[in-house]
């Protein structure tokens, strides 16, 4: 018997067909807040080894053919007792598994079928491969991020991938739930990254609409202003400085001017003198070190503050102190976000995946799980 979950997902039970990041990433966000997330994976794929990627934090594991009649069936019967399945596939492909929507509704109207793909259910890209920088490119965002007279610049695969598409799918989850407390029925989701991707920038739609916001890298917050930017140090480091609002300018002034001369520094108000005071902030900030720099503003409203590599960050004394980061088989990485306040997590909650052997709580009895294994279908 699998150990009780603590948290506000405790009793929800998800199947996760294994695949790329965002699918993983919507799991994990749920198992982080006490759903049983049960991944489903190759049968070729799955052992007695813990799986230590982050990703898989909290889960079980097994594997399963899904290619054969006996795999496609033994899914419905775990299915049939399930609240939540995560399918990562391209669109027609989990109907022609015999897994599709309809196929699981059949046995489990409750069931809340999440579809992650990159350009949707439908469209004429819906079967076209892709990755994050391609959504991004088609959702339009791509195209404003970057400096001035650069190309467009991806953040990563932060936007696409998950930002727009695993916490999105992760949030239409809790809307089915929720609703399908008031209509007894399960939904299907249809979480598209390159709808994800087009909702994160909605602040912007206006300025571009109205010509507040110019083309990329010229803006406030895209690298164009000085007064949000990252500067490096005399030794190599970095700062980020964003006194956007005047007390905050200000203020960094007045601590920059007690280790170096910032007067006659051009006024941050008239854009056309934005060159040069960059110019000036950047000279000024490469005459001292990154540890000179964070004393100078240590304890201000400056909004100036070191670029953190992951180990620094893990080690900073704000993120101990809240214990923002985690160790979790021998591995550093981020605790559950958003917080929920007295909630206690048990020892298994955020532990490395592990192989499930008794699915009998899942609706497969043991005999028929290991007939199925000694068929090769089920590991």
């Known amino acids: 018997m699998e150990e009780p979950r603590n948290g506000p997902l405790a009793g929800v039970k998800v199947l996760e067909l294994a695949g790329l990041a965002p699918g993983p990433f919507a799991g994990m966000m749920l198992a982080d807040h006490g759903a049983r997330v049960l991944r489903i994976d190759r049968v070729e794929a799955v052992t007695d080894v813990p799986r230590r990627d982050v990703m898989d934090r909290g889960k079980r594991t097994i594997g399963l053919d899904l290619k054969s009649p006996e795999g496609v069936a033994a899914l419905k019967r775990l299915a049939a007792g399930a609240d939540v399945l995560i399918e990562v596939f391209r669109p027609g492909v989990a109907e022609r598994l015999g897994i599709g929507p309809a196929d699981l509704h059949a046995v489990n109207e409750r069931l809340i079928y999440g579809r992650m793909t990159g350009w949707g259910q439908e469209g004429p890209l819906a079967s076209a491969a892709g990755h994050d920088i391609d959504y991004i490119a088609i959702s339009g965002v791509l195209s404003r991020l970057g400096r001035a007279g650069g190309k467009p610049t991806p ?31 399960g939904r299907v989701i249809d979480a598209a990254m390159v709808d994800g991707a087009a909702l994160l920038f909605a602040m912007f739609y206006t300025g571009i609409a109205d010509g507040h916001w110019g083309p990329r890298g010229t803006n406030l917050l895209d690298t164009g202003a000085p007064m949000y930017d990252t500067y490096e140090t005399a030794d190599g480091g970095f700062l980020a400085v964003g006194p956007l609002e005047p007390r905050f300018w200000t203020e960094m002034l007045d601590r920059m001017g007690r280790v170096a001369d910032v007067a006659d520094l051009p006024s941050r108000d008239d854009p056309a003198g934005w060159p040069l005071l960059r110019d000036r902030l950047t000279a000024i900030f490469r005459s001292r070190t990154r540890a000179e720099w964070e004393r100078v503003f240590e304890g201000s409203d400056a909004c100036v503050f070191p670029v953190l590599d992951v180990d620094e960050a893990v080690a900073h004394p704000h993120n101990r102190a809240r214990e923002t980061f985690l160790e979790i088989g021998g591995v550093p990485q981020p605790a559950p976000a958003p917080r929920l306040l007295g909630v206690e997590r048990g020892p298994g909650d955020l532990a490395p995946a592990t192989r499930l052997y008794d699915l009998t709580e899942w ?13 090769g279908v089920l590991a």
């Open 155 to 185: 953040p990563v695969n932060l936007l696409g991938d998950f930002a727009g598409g695993g916490l999105m799918l992760a949030y239409g989850v809790l809307l089915a739930l929720f609703e399908r407390e008031r209509t007894g029925r």
């Open 363 to 375: 609706g497969l009895p043991e005999d028929e799980a290991e007939a199925l294994r000694e068929a």
